[in-house]
């Protein structure tokens, strides 16, 4: 009798583990054989379904595409439909990303993966014929990163320059949800915001539960980045499902300057 070279346990132990996960073994020498495999390997992924998700294969010898599913992205869930499969660039390694929008980006190793947010899934290799030759799952990168549970949310673009109690938007908590603000980043300023004064709160009020005024006087450059975080990290207000972080100009920069203000915190089960 043939054995497997890796360890196992015993057959018994084996049955027993696989009744537990609602599994049955296919009966040897049974004219319905094929059958019982089938619903088997139904059975395999069925149990296996969410490693299924957002996986690239290939359902041609020169093209791949994204198996669907449900998926979560900063704190949001998800649902990918696949669309149409795609033809990689001969000779190369392409790239193949999650992109914010729930929508599949791909591109050449040469140009890198994109700098802006986004869910690594594969690596492809193709050869000179257009064949897909290997294909690198990557989305381990994601699930097994390990990190304190802060998030970024989101970002927006917020004119500096602004009159005086301008509101703008930056991150709506979604529905069974409520979320724990940690910091509020800015960066990719276009000019010195040394001048500016901002809040950081609930848009349609006073805007200032998270942090009250603060001059914006460490950044003297574009190269500058900040972190504005709360006064009262004891003491801080829940943002509810459907409220919005915003930021409040309180005191424009007196003359123009944008900046990229970005949420971080963590998201909880309302």
């Not at 599913?69 to 190369?92: C, L, R």
């Not at 190793?109 to 869910?119: R, V």
């Not at 492809?124 to 699930?143: A, E, K, N, P, Y």
Request: proline letters at 4%; aromatic letters at 8%; hydrophobic letters at 40%.
């Amino acid at each position: 009798m043939y054995e497997l070279d890796n360890g196992y346990p015993d057959e018994a132990d084996i049955d027993s583990v696989l009744s537990s996960l609602g599994l049955e073994i296919p009966v040897e020498n049974n004219p319905n054989f094929y059958g019982q495999f089938k619903r088997f390997t139904w059975g395999l992924v069925n149990a296996a379904r969410w490693a299924f998700t957002l996986g690239v294969y290939c359902p041609s010898a020169t093209t791949f595409n994204v198996r669907g599913g449900d998926y979560t992205f900063a704190g949001v869930t998800k649902t990918y439909a696949p669309g149409s499969a795609i033809d990689p660039t001969d000779i190369d390694t392409t790239y193949i990303w999650m992109e914010p929008d729930n929508t599949i980006g791909s591109g050449i190793d040469g140009d890198g993966w994109p700098t802006t947010e986004h869910i690594k899934l594969a690596e492809i290799d193709v050869d000179s014929d257009g064949v897909i030759t290997d294909v690198r799952d990557q989305r381990g990168l994601v699930f097994l990163k390990s990190d304190s549970g802060l998030i970024l949310l989101g970002s927006a673009t917020v004119d500096l320059n602004a009159a005086a109690d301008t509101e703008v938007g930056v991150y709506t908590v979604p529905t069974g949800k409520v979320l724990l603000l940690d910091h509020v980043l800015i960066f990719t300023l276009s000019d010195d915001a040394i001048a500016a004064v901002v809040t950081v709160g609930k848009t349609g009020g006073t805007c200032d539960e998270f942090a009250g005024d603060q001059t914006l006087s460490g950044l003297d450059g574009t190269t500058k980045t900040g972190k504005i975080v709360s006064a009262q990290p004891l003491g801080q207000t829940v943002f509810a499902a459907g409220e919005t972080v915003g930021v409040e100009i309180t005191t424009p920069a007196g003359a123009a300057c944008t900046a990229i203000f970005a949420p971080i915190g963590i998201l909880a089960d309302a």
